[in-house]
């Protein structure tokens, strides 16, 4: 008996999806992207302490903030901004797809936002491998096999492997939860009423992409 | 539900579901490609030395005009891709209101802990003098007791701070503010207090190198 009454009230609320403590699909809808909008913001404050620790280091120590940019490669730089400028774009052709309902579409978008953010993670292990191999490590492992390193040298690649190292974080756990929202979409949760998640997957991945937009000019392009 | 509520103010009809604008593939292809040239122009931007240029003499790297022109690309391309990739331009407007709230406190972060820095190394006339640990030697900043700068009783010194709590503790008389009690363990602390004065005296670009050699050690 009670199992049929609660098959009623599921019938009168609404659509599986929408939960038991929103009314309308809308209300819904616009908390989700709030909550979401939120948790981007505290992203935000979240980075903002090692961009201010950037910003006080560099006022302090220009010059070597000039040479440790010097060893960094701007051309892999630009190629992974590029790289991740595209996933953004297919990111956002994902949710424009199932918006339309286009089940097929939304895969392969996310398909290939995945396959740069693995492309991204690459190239930045190759970077990385460059660093090691030139002794320019992050803290009392600092050993540069350079000439004349300014003084505070190691204070910028302590910023650089800390941001870049925090953003590299960020992008493989994008590439978790994108690749979640991916088997969501084959399973077939979503449709032309209910997109939400891959709105906010999306969402999350264009502030990786925000913050390497920024990262690349501040290390890369002094 | 009575008329007035069967459209929402921007057309859509009011029936609870979700209805967005959906935009044409060519607007997200012309964003993208936007994109791509300002990255190229940024990156050519950078190869040119503008402020060794307007100002010889420059080292490179260190001028500001290179540096607004790449924070005022990289800010145009973030607008870009926040207001079209994000859907922020069609979303509501509280959603706006948070993400640029988050900039404004992030910039108050930034700004205060600015103003700090840049002012720690001033002599400070409210607070007194502070004294560097591990040599002894004044600081500008300043730590007081009973009004006073905490000074060793032997040497008439001031204290370095790791000695404050033996040589001042709160519940000094007083009759004899800013002095307090000797002990022979503390001799040492002592000399290490005459070396402080003498280094002192010495000159103020020591103190400077300090307080320099302190901010990336944190």
């Known amino acids: 008996m009670a199992s049929v009454e609660q098959a009623h009230e599921d019938a009168h609320h609404g659509p599986k999806w929408l939960q038991h403590h929103f009314d309308t699909p809308i209300q819904q809808f616009e908390s989700a992207k709030l909550g979401m909008w939120l948790f981007l913001a505290q992203e935000i404050l979240f980075f903002s302490g090692l961009f201010v620790a950037y910003g ?51 895969s392969r978008y996310l398909i290939i936002t995945i396959l740069c953010a693995f492309g ?40 650089y492997f800390m941001l870049t190292g925090l953003h590299g974080v960020h992008v493989v756990i994008g590439i978790g939860v994108l690749g979640w929202i991916w088997m969501r979409n084959n399973r077939g949760d979503f449709s032309k009423e209910y997109w939400t998640p891959v709105d906010l997957a999306a969402l999350y991945w264009h502030l990786v992409d925000l913050v390497w937009i920024y990262l690349f000019p501040l290390l890369y392009l002094i | 539900m009575s008329n007035e509520h069967q459209h929402t103010h921007d057309g859509h009809p009011n029936d609870g579901a979700v209805h967005v604008h959906i935009h044409d593939v060519k607007l997200y292809l012309g964003i993208f490609f936007a994109l791509m040239i300002l990255t190229i122009v940024t990156v050519l931007a950078s190869l040119v030395d503008i402020d060794g240029f307007i100002r010889p003499g420059t080292p490179h790297g260190t001028g500001g005009i290179n540096f607004l022109l790449a924070m ?132 103020e670009a020591a103190a400077h190198e300090g307080a320099a050699e302190a901010a990336p050690a944190h």
């Open chain 1, 120 to 159: 991204f993670m690459v190239i930045k292990f190759f970077e990385y491998r460059l660093k090691f191999e030139h002794g320019l490590l992050p803290g009392t492992y600092w050993h540069p096999h350079l000439a004349n390193a300014p003084d505070h040298m190691h204070v910028f690649f302590g910023l």
């Open chain 2, 72 to 203: 005022a690309i990289a800010t145009f391309k973030a607008t870009c891709v926040i207001t079209w990739f994000m859907h922020l331009k069609d979303d509501t407007r509280f959603n706006a209101l948070f993400f640029l709230g988050s900039l404004v406190f992030a910039g108050v972060f930034f700004v205060y802990t600015g103003n700090d820095t840049y002012y720690r190394q001033r002599e400070d006339s409210i607070q007194g003098q502070y004294v560097h640990p591990s040599t002894g030697e004044r600081a500008p900043g300043g730590l007081l007791v009973n009004g006073q700068p905490c000074m060793n009783p032997n040497t008439g010194a001031v204290v370095p701070a790791y000695c404050l709590s033996y040589y001042c503790s709160p519940t000094d008389s007083a009759e004899a503010p800013g002095t307090c009690q000797d002990s022979p363990a503390h001799e040492e602390g002592a000399e290490h207090g005459a070396h402080g004065e003498a280094a002192h005296e010495g000159g």
């Open chain 1, 56 to 106: 006080l280091v560099r006022l302090s120590f220009p010059d070597a903030f000039a040479a440790g940019s010097a060893q960094l490669n701007r051309y892999m730089g630009g190629l992974n901004t590029v790289v991740l400028l595209l996933s953004s774009l297919t990111a956002a052709l994902a949710v424009r797809s199932a918006q339309l309902g286009k089940k097929d579409e939304v």
